[in-house]
T-cell receptor
Framework: SQTIHQWPATLVQPVGSPLSLECTVE??????LYWYRQAAGRGLQLLFY??????ISSEVPQNLSASRPQDRQFILSSKKLLLSDSGFYLC?????????????FGQGTRLTVV | GENVEQHPSTLSVQEGDSAVIKCTYS??????FPWYKQELGKRPQLIID?????GEKKDQRIAVTLNKTAKHFSLHITETQPEDSAVYFC?????????????FGTGTKLQVIP
């Protein structure tokens, strides 16, 4: 069966510090991978999606970047965090081929920038 | 690109009553419409989905309807219970350039009052 791992679960970082959140998927190959951010009480904002190794598409301009060094690994990074980067970050995957299918989410990372 | 609108943003119902959440989408190429439930502090999880070749689908107290012509779909929860309280997200998935792209609605916070 497929599983998705996302870590850390919570993170408190000072303004200006770097960020690295990691997400890995097991039990499938060539998945589509997504990073979402959810501000308190708000919806899911798509930040990045990837259809393959090294292929990253950005949905909104921001202080963040993403990388996919391996087929089932997706990393969200920042060189210098801003207060506005605080939020709940979710990694997700769905099957890369065929008609639409369920998206599976990681447990999320609650990031607080202080 | 796809644009998904979701209404209402908040919904309060008495236990035992029905709840209806509505979504519209813009891209006729979207062919898969899942609904996710997100409990406080947890990851979104799929509760029901519908494909573009089906008009209605039911799973116990939950049903989803799809009107392709009007580009709208709805979630119906009957006999609501306190454990139905959560944020619900609709989504539209389109197959674009060989990969799937998921666009979420802004979410509906459902409160079931005992």
């Amino acid at each position: 069966s497929q599983t998705i791992h996302q870590w850390p679960a919570t993170l408190v970082q000072p303004v200006g510090s770097p960020l690295s959140l990691e997400c890995t998927v097991e039990g499938t190959s060539n998945p589509n991978l997504y990073w979402y951010r959810q501000a308190a009480g708000r919806g899911l904002q798509l930040l990045f999606y990837s259809v393959g190794i090294g292929q990253i598409s950005s949905e909104v301009p921001q202080n963040l970047s993403a990388s996919r060094p391996q087929d089932r690994q997706f990393i969200l990074s920042s060189k210098k965090l801003l207060l506005s980067d605080s939020g709940f970050y979710l990694c997700a995957w769905n099957r890369g081929q065929g008609i639409g299918g369920e998206a599976f989410f990681g447990q999320g990372t609650r990031l607080t920038v202080v | 690109g796809e644009n998904v609108e979701q209404h209402p943003s908040t919904l309060s119902v008495q236990e035992g009553d029905s709840a209806v959440i509505k979504c519209t989408y813009s891209d006729s190429a979207s062919n898969y419409f899942p609904w996710y439930k997100q409990e406080l502090g947890k990851r979104p999880q799929l509760i029901i989905d519908i494909r573009s070749n089906v008009g209605e689908k039911k799973d116990q107290r939950i049903a989803v309807t799809l009107n392709k012509t009007a580009k709208h779909f709805s979630l119906h929860i009957t006999e609501t219970q306190p454990e139905d309280s959560a944020v619900y997200f609709c989504a539209a998935t389109e197959l674009s350039g060989g990969y799937q792209k998921v666009t979420f609605g802004t979410g509906t916070k459902l409160q079931v009052i005992p």
